[in-house]
């Protein structure tokens, strides 16, 4: 039986959930937003499965990739559409071409975040573009096993634990299968996403009608986080707001690790311990490696650890260089280290749960230095752009 002694213990990727023969789990969200299983005694036959598929208990030893490269797509428009160098899109746009089925993170009507799956190239739109929010699984991986048993070629995407939990959930490899992950920095609280995005509406008076976290107005390195809307009972122009990486309170409480999942600071999947075929991320630091790369429209950094990664990405057309992994590792750290939890992050979730504060507020009072709080305000306050 499951059982979540330390909230560190539980990545949620829902994966004990889909296998439970009695189906006697169910994910319940906790104080912080997160989702945790909670198992039905009752009906529980204490079988074990749950813990056999559990990515925390279960974790595979450290690897190292096969093949590294800095990468990026020939179709520039498609690069700007994605958070770096639109690597992603061409791995799926393969696997729809051989018919098959692609499955990663999108937004929903209520613009939250959860897993989904395409079989159209014009439904990969939706799952482009960094999604900064921990998703829900739903029943993603009994979709994927069902895809596979039928023969079709499918590619998962998810962050390296999603990966774990498939892996395990599906009990053995299947040919047909292609995972991607990503070099993951932990994912946010979905309730924490929420309050901030309604507080933004609320203070618009608008409707949301599309969200991007890597909009790339500004650049690759200075992306910002843009929602464009409509008002409400107004007229019909379409709006848009937008903040730079260094401007946006949002960004700046994920970036200080303020709300990420306590398994995030812990993570059981870190150095290619998720056993994904490729690992794609923003190559941070190309300017040192090869400032030839250095046109601030992103750069991906593809990291190839198996003979079908190796394949498939032979496959796309990219315009490619292989690099050292040693060299890397310095300049993205995350994968290999966890994010170290922020030294206020007990005290923020505290103060949010008394409900007398916004998320931006207390971004602003946890993150943010005297001096920096007094500049903001004093910027604010002169309309200085």
Request: glycine letters at 6%; aromatic letters at 10%.
């Amino acid at each position: 039986m499951i059982s979540i002694d330390k909230k560190q213990n539980c990545c949620g990727c829902e994966a004990c959930i889909q296998r439970c023969p009695k189906s006697c789990i169910q994910m319940q969200q906790d104080t912080e937003g997160f989702l945790y299983p909670v198992v039905d005694t009752e009906s529980c036959i204490d079988c074990g499965i749950c813990e056999k598929v559990c990515p925390i208990f279960n974790q595979s030893n450290e690897k190292k990739p096969l093949t590294v490269y800095a990468a990026k797509c020939k179709d520039e428009s498609l690069r700007l559409e994605s958070s770096s160098g639109g690597i992603f899109t061409l791995l799926a746009n393969e696997i729809i071409r051989e018919n098959g089925v692609v499955f990663g993170a999108k937004f929903n009507s209520k613009w939250e975040v959860i897993h989904d799956y395409a079989t159209t190239t014009e439904e990969l739109a939706q799952f482009r573009g960094s999604k900064y929010v921990q998703s829900k699984i739903g029943q993603s991986y009994q979709q994927v096993l069902h895809f596979l048993k039928g023969g079709e070629n499918v590619l998962f995407s998810g962050t390296p634990c999603q990966i774990a939990g498939l892996k395990l959930f599906l009990q053995k490899d299947y040919e047909n299968l292609i995972t991607v992950d990503f070099i993951c920095h932990g994912v946010p609280s979905p309730e924490v996403w929420r309050l901030y995005l309604n507080d933004i509406l609320h203070k618009q008076q608008s409707i949301p009608e599309n969200i991007r976290f890597r909009d790339k107005r500004s650049g690759w390195k200075k992306y910002s986080l843009s929602i464009s809307y409509k008002k409400m009972n107004a007229c019909t122009k379409k709006l848009t707001f937008a903040q730079s990486v260094y401007e946006n309170l949002y960004l700046r409480g994920f970036l200080a690790n303020l709300y990420l999942r306590p398994s995030c600071h812990h993570c059981p999947s870190k150095s290619f311990k998720s056993n994904s075929d490729i690992t794609i991320a923003d190559f941070w630091g190309i300017e040192s490696l090869l400032p030839n790369w250095n046109d601030d429209r992103g750069v991906s950094l593809v990291m190839l650890n198996s003979p079908l990664g190796e394949r498939i990405f032979g496959n796309i057309n990219t315009t490619h260089q292989e690099c050292e992994y040693r060299e890397i590792i310095p300049l993205n750290p995350a994968i290999v280290h966890s994010a170290p939890a922020h030294i206020y992050r007990t005290d923020f979730f505290h103060d949010l749960n008394t409900h007398k504060y916004s998320i931006s507020s207390l971004v602003l009072k946890y993150c943010f230095t005297p001096r920096e709080r007094i500049k903001r305000i004093i910027k604010k306050w002169s309309g200085i752009k």
